[in-house]
């Protein structure tokens, strides 16, 4: 053999032998066995504390919110209250308006009433539309019904009390006269 390849063969024996492996489950076995019992007791009950901490903050969490919206409620609820004590006020309004001869009192009562609809709609309040409005059973009370032709199916023909609501709560459902189809005799 040459001189070169006996040195290559000689050069790889000697890298082989600086491979050193290490078995490291073996080593982190030992390691968990020294593990003192102390501190397995003090994790396991900063563990705990931590669950009991966060169960606690969630339970905080969940009260405040339940609470807001209570608190949200008992409010609309109150102005809710307040609003159709004053309904039939202005339903008083409308009727002396429809009798009344006397123009300066015409224009005093339509004065008082719009200052009342302003006062409501500042507090959110909001008439329902309902006079050629699509009758809708979650906002009207349908009290009368007339036949009609079919453009006017469905449709309100006459209010006969107006309806309000605060937001999406009705506070009063309109009273109204629906158009429904012929019948045939």
């Not at 709609?121 to 009758?135: C, P, R, T």
Request: zero cysteines; a negative charge; aromatic letters at 4%.
């Amino acid at each position: 053999m040459a001189k070169s390849e006996k040195e290559t063969k000689r050069k790889t024996s000697e890298e082989k032998e600086d491979v050193i492996s290490f078995d490291t489950e073996s080593l982190v076995r030992e390691e968990e066995k020294k593990v003192d019992p102390e501190v397995e007791r003090l994790s396991a009950e900063l563990k705990e504390e931590k669950d009991n901490y966060l169960r606690l903050r969630a339970d905080y969490e969940n009260f405040r919110r339940r609470n807001q919206e209570a608190t949200l409620r008992a409010r609309q609820d109150g102005l809710s209250d307040a609003v159709e004590a004053i309904l039939p006020v202005i339903d008083s309004i409308d009727r002396a308006l429809g009798i009344t001869a006397d123009e300066k009192a015409k224009e005093g009562l339509q004065l008082i009433k719009k200052q009342i609809e302003t006062s409501l709609s500042q507090l959110g309040v909001s008439e329902i539309s309902s006079d050629g409005a699509v009758f809708d059973h979650n906002l009207h009370n349908a009290v009368q019904r007339a036949e009609v032709e079919d453009s006017e199916v469905g449709k309100i023909l006459e209010t006969y009390q107006r309806g309000y609501k605060i937001g999406n709560k009705v506070i009063r459902y309109a009273m109204v006269k629906v158009g429904v189809e012929k019948q045939e005799e």
